[in-house]
């Protein structure tokens, strides 16, 4: 057969099986059953479409068939074009052309339905059943349907339960097939998907949904927490609507619209099996698979359970590795797939297609490798921590910050200025370039000392403001040598460049190192590259504080990363460099006052006194008065309290706030609490008052300080962070040593009586991280903490699981030094042969090269049971070997056991 003629029949093959009636063109009834497909049908301009199908006698698709092993994107104009040419004496379902478009290769199938707003082709297992395709042809499409969703409301929804439904139904009206939603351990994700799913059921008309969970208890759970799910528009339980069922048969129920059960059930019912055992469900199938070493899971086409049996799959707990053997089960039904985890590994990620709509928190995708954790460099100058003092009798250099005007002023006293008044009211020069040559020497010697000094890293400086910002970048290309394309400033004010191309130069080119900004590259800019991060302003707002960290946090791969940094290898983590304390510094929850940057002093002062009381308007004057008092002068401040009866206007947009604040209005009405803001707001009716702002807004004085020196006080990585980790990791052992069975083992020193198994250290491990602790994260905080007792570097311990039982004994105290496990069991294993041969055992080359396997073992899995060693070493003859080369094999076992882990 050639390729096409095989394809041909493996099409014909498929359309029998889901119920169609395949005819020639010499044989045409299209009345002959409900579903019918006619071979190389002739359109209107005489070209043959490979196959037409008719349901009830009306056409309403076609299929484009190609010779096997022929991509198929190319050809969906050709469908697209028969579909619009049918002759005019054939009936059919649409007017205008057929909605229905298939193209096959007999081995991949892609669909396309026409009448979807956004139509796109996605692939299928298998064709769709007559009684189906005439289904749909009466109603609008499951697609169309989600577009005209209603908006969600937040009712008892938690914000991010409330964000993760909200962010799932955007994915899905983009026609997304995958998205993964991240919930971290006890943050509600059944409940989350309880009220999607009700959602899809209600607005989109979805016919049913099949949630598959890991274990078959956890599916009595799920079904508990249908039952109990109360609808929020209607004064009753889910289960009193609709009809929820968790299979302990293999039979589905035709009017569920939940159907639970675990994968493997699926897969049995898609196999034709008319019983699986309950008893087969309590074990994962992620468990299962892993001890019985099976290869994929092969589906075939059930008619019973046809691919378009439910419209929607959750998966809980998909951070389980199901997708490599399991996946086609998944796969299998025409549906969109919706994850569910609270730590989503990289091939959960991968399998999602990255559409990760949901993730809580960021510490959870730290930890779980979506994005990186930061090590914080700390420098601290002198000038920056205790401000300084310029002599009388000089003439000093000031700058108008509004015009940038420099002139000279002969000081009459001693001008004595704090660190809080650096770059507000006085610059000095030399502490900013004390700043960026610590960080500059310290790049390949502290930082990356890995990397040969060509490319410095991606670098974010955030600055105080735009003059601030101005000097920093004149400043960074001096003390790094470059020119202007090394260092550039991205704030509101870079005249006629664009913003958005800044910063997508500073992605993509890799001459462009370091970007000066203010807030322009604060939240939401993503930046992969980037590498470092340094503060040299303050922060107050510890949300603001985490989104500006949070430009680092990206990762990127590796060859990504090397096209822009060729230098590096990859970004596992990002540095930032605080250079002013903003690591130390108090934080509150609030977000920034600062909302409409882009609106003048002047304007909102107009706004103010016109009427205007909205939130964004008084937050941001109460944060430009803020502002005006940190840079005017005694004597201002002093002119302002007469006007305001004594108060400040740092009192006075304290005062402003306090009319924003919930919980100091919440008992007032709306017409009490625009009463209380226009008695806070009368001096802004005031002309005089509103003048005087603007004027003192542009008395902006900013003395320059190029005389005195600074130096370097200490410039080192930031140890609080890792004391807390280990103090968590000690309360975390504290607190489980007695309920997490790894655990108890080494805390009980009791390897003799129980063992310490693969599955209990990853079990301990999976605990680790719903706690947000990582071993690699704990072991680099000890090489910080205590440099001299950690041996190995953490790069060293990835991927090896063991390595957890040295962290515990060495947090216990059990052990003097941290050492990987692989270096102590290597060292045990050679006393354990020494205390043989005192014996008077010596073992041969065979006998060591079986012993070898079996230390090798061990130290990947931590114990090596009597049972595992067929399937291990079954190609080295098994156990029957073992007990051939070994006297007395099952207590050699036992005892090396205890020798190398103990």
Not at 4 to 33: C, P, Y
Not at 272 to 301: F, L, M
Request: net charge neutral; proline share 3%.
């Amino acid at each position: 057969m050639t390729p096409e003629q095989k394809s041909r029949q493996n099409i014909d093959t498929l359309l029998i099986k889901a119920g169609f009636i395949v005819q020639n063109r010499d044989e045409f009834d299209r009345t002959a059953d409900r579903g019918v497909v006619v071979r190389e049908f002739a359109m209107s301009d005489g070209s043959f479409a490979d196959y037409l199908i008719f349901i009830d006698g009306k056409a309403c698709g076609v299929i484009e068939a190609k010779k096997t092993g022929l991509s198929l994107s190319g050809v969906e104009n050709q469908s697209r074009h028969y579909a619009k040419n049918l002759p005019t004496n054939v009936r059919t379902h649409m007017d205008n052309e057929l909605p229905f478009l298939f193209e096959s290769n007999g081995v991949e199938i892609y669909f396309t339905d026409l009448r979807d707003k956004k139509s796109r082709s996605r692939r299928i297992f298998a064709f769709y059943r007559p009684d189906f395709l005439a289904k749909i042809l009466r109603e609008d499409t499951l697609r169309n349907r989600i577009l005209s969703m209603p908006s969600l409301q937040m009712a008892n929804l938690r914000k991010c339960q409330f964000d993760a439904i909200n962010s799932l139904e955007n994915s899905l009206k983009n026609y997304k097939p995958r998205a993964l939603i991240q919930m971290a351990t006890g943050s509600g994700k059944t409940f989350t998907a309880c009220n999607f799913i009700y959602r899809l059921i209600k607005f989109a008309g979805a016919k049913r949904v099949l949630f598959l969970v890991d274990r078959n208890n956890l599916g009595k759970q799920t079904k508990n927490e249908f039952e109990n799910f109360h609808l929020n528009d209607e004064n009753r339980k889910f289960s009193e609507v609709y009809i929820t069922q968790h299979l302990n048969t293999n039979t589905i129920d035709k009017d569920a619209k939940v159907v639970i059960t675990t994968i493997q059930r699926m897969y049995s019912m898609l196999s034709g099996d008319e019983y699986y055992d309950e008893k087969d469900e309590e074990i994962s199938a992620y468990e299962n698979y892993k001890s019985e070493n099976k290869s994929e899971r092969i589906v075939s086409y059930n008619p019973n359970i046809p691919i378009e049996s439910f419209d929607f799959i959750v998966v809980d707990e998909c951070h389980r590795s199901i997708y490599g053997e399991w996946r086609q089960v998944l796969e299998y039904f025409d549906a969109f797939i919706i994850g569910l985890t609270a730590t989503p590994s990289k091939q959960t990620l991968g399998y999602f297609s990255a559409n990760l709509v949901s993730q809580y928190p960021l510490e959870r995708s730290i930890i779980d490798g979506i994005n990186v954790d930061c090590e914080i460099f700390r420098i601290k100058t002198q000038i920056s921590e205790y401000g300084n003092t310029i002599k009388k009798g000089f003439l000093v250099p000031v700058m108008d910050k509004k015009t940038r005007l420099k002139y000279y002023e002969s000081l009459d006293e001693n001008l004595e200025y704090q660190k809080t008044d650096l770059d507000r009211s006085v610059v000095s020069i030399n502490q900013i370039q004390t700043i960026l040559e610590c960080y500059k020497n310290a790049i390949f010697t502290e930082l990356y000392p890995e990397r040969e000094p060509s490319f410095v890293p991606k670098t974010l400086i955030f600055a105080k403001d735009d003059n601030h910002a101005e000097n920093i970048t004149r400043i960074t290309r001096e003390v790094f040598g470059q020119g202007n394309d090394f260092c550039k400033k991205i704030t509101y004010n870079i005249g006629n460049a664009k913003p958005e191309e800044l910063i997508k130069a500073f992605k993509t080119d890799p001459t462009f190192r370091i970007a000066v900004t203010v807030d322009m590259i604060a939240t939401g800019t993503d930046i992969k590259p980037l590498e470092v991060v340094i503060f040299m302003r303050d922060v107050k707002s510890s949300l603001y504080y985490e989104q500006m960290k949070g430009r680092g946090v990206r990762t990127i791969n590796p060859n990504d990363l090397q096209t822009i940094t060729p230098n590096a290898k990859s970004k596992d983590k990002f540095y930032l460099i605080d250079a002013v304390g903003v690591s130390e510094s108090k934080k509150t929850i609030s977000a920034p006052l600062e909302r409409k940057k882009g609106i003048s002093l002047a304007k909102i002062l107009e706004n103010v006194a016109n009427g205007d009381t909205s939130d964004d308007t008084l937050s941001s004057l109460a944060g430009r008065l803020v502002r005006i008092e940190a840079n005017i002068s005694d004597d201002d401040k002093t002119q302002i309290s007469k006007i305001l009866d004594s108060k400040t206007l740092g009192q006075l947009a304290s005062d402003i706030l306090d009319t924003l604040d919930v919980d100091l209005t919440q008992n007032l009405n709306n017409d009490e609490i625009i009463a209380k803001k226009d008695e806070v707001l009368k001096p802004f009716n005031k002309p005089i008052f509103r003048k005087m702002l603007l004027d003192l807004s542009q008395k902006s004085k900013l003395y320059i300080d190029d005389i005195s020196p600074d130096s370097v006080i200490n410039a080192e990585f930031n140890k609080n962070k890792a004391n807390e980790i280990i103090a968590n990791f000690n309360d975390f052992i504290n607190e489980n040593k007695d309920e997490i069975t790894a655990l108890s083992i080494i805390y009980n020193k009791d390897y003799k009586n129980r063992k310490l198994t693969y599955e209990l250290i990853n079990e301990l491990n999976d605990k680790l991280k719903s706690n947000n602790l990582d071993s690699f994260q704990i072991w680099n905080s000890y090489a910080l903490v205590k440099p001299d007792k950690v041996k190995n570097n953490a790069k060293s311990i990835v991927g090896c699981l063991t390595n957890i039982i040295q962290l515990v004994k060495f947090a216990l105290g059990f052990d003097d030094e941290l050492r990987e496990f692989s270096s102590i069991a290597n060292s045990r294993f050679e006393l354990w042969k020494g205390r043989q041969k005192n014996k008077g055992i010596i073992f041969d080359e065979k006998q060591n090269e079986f012993l070898e396997l079996i230390k090798e073992y061990i130290i990947s899995n931590s114990y090596l049971d009597l049972a595992d060693i067929q399937s291990f070493l079954g190609n080295k003859g098994g156990i029957f070997k073992a007990k051939t080369l070994f006297d007395n094999f099952e207590n050699l076992l036992i005892e090396l056991n205890q020798a190398l882990v103990a």
